[in-house]
């Protein structure tokens, strides 16, 4: 591992703010690291377990001088942030992000920002059902895809460093149109939430004796569905209000993909149940091909 930074800002200290903060303390990638939540009990959870960073109580004193600036916060609460940051970047300051999507923060966080930072937006293909600073550990981004945005307006050194940094947290680095991205995350990651949060919320509407023998008898299907409708609430509102447009592209072909569905089982169609299950069926293997099956 390599020093990188002489000081690095981590603002929101939930799941991935921690695991990144533990993940750069123990790869020795800053000599400070520095934090904020505008959550009070979140700085008072990460002082009690101890989180190896120096915690602030404010967002001015977390950023000032820090060389690199990561936003792991919700995509809704970017805009406001990175305005109330601004006046205290560092020249030469490095910021970026952890946010699912991409449009909305450019968006929100680019025309904030001084002419003398440097913006990258990303995101880290990584993360679990539960939240918090005590859910943070620094394998969290081991093997796991990070998605950097290459705007086309910073200078090599700094996306070169940013990389270098990415990657030494353990992670696979790769650069990403804007636009790509969103329609990307929308199929494997915002589409397969909405669809987990409608089942499970099926589930609570049903009749009482129904409703607790579908949580007895739970299946692994089932249970997973309640794995990923169990994510921060706050975070996956942001993001389909953030994504709405490439969500909304992706439900309508899933919408119809559904009725195919529904045809072939009124009609006893096995054929065409039996080649779609196949299909899919491969690509599960690719997933596990790639190692990301984990």
């Not at 942001?238 to 089982?265: G, H, K, P, T, W």
């Amino acid at each position: 591992m390599t020093e990188l930074y002489d000081k690095i800002a981590v603002i929101g200290i939930g799941l991935i703010g921690a695991s990144i903060a533990l993940a750069a303390r123990h790869g020795g990638l800053a000599k400070a690291i520095s934090s904020f939540d505008a959550d009070p009990a979140a700085r008072s959870e990460a002082k009690q377990i101890g989180l190896p960073v120096e915690i602030q109580d404010n967002l001015a004193d977390a950023v000032s001088d820090a060389e690199l600036v990561i936003l792991a916060i919700p995509v809704g609460a970017m805009a406001k942030v990175a305005e109330d940051m601004a006046p205290y970047l560092a020249p030469g300051a490095v910021v970026t992000d952890t946010g699912s999507t991409k449009r909305s923060v450019i968006r929100d966080v680019a025309p904030k920002l001084p002419e003398t930072a440097w913006f990258i937006p990303g995101h880290p293909l990584a993360g679990t059902e539960f939240s918090g600073p005590a859910s943070g550990f620094p394998n969290l981004f081991k093997q796991r895809y990070w998605l950097l945005i290459d705007e086309g307006n910073v200078e090599p050194a700094a996306k070169e460093k940013l990389e270098s940094f990415c990657a030494q947290l353990g992670a696979m680095v790769e650069w990403m149109d804007s636009d790509y991205h969103d329609r990307v995350l929308a199929i494997t990651s915002h589409l397969p939430h909405l669809i987990a949060y409608t089942i499970v919320g099926t589930a609570v509407d049903l009749e009482t004796d129904l409703k607790n023998d579908v949580i007895r008898f739970s299946a692994s299907g089932f249970r997973d569905f309640t794995r990923i409708a169990s994510s921060d609430p706050t975070m996956w509102r942001d993001i389909f209000m953030s994504n709405d447009e490439a969500v909304l592209e992706m439900l309508q072909r899933f919408s119809e993909d559904l009725s195919y569905l529904q045809r072939a089982i009124r009609w006893q169609e096995g054929d065409k149940l039996f080649d779609l299950f196949t299909r899919t069926r491969a690509i599960r293997r690719s997933i596990i091909s790639e190692g990301q099956d984990n």
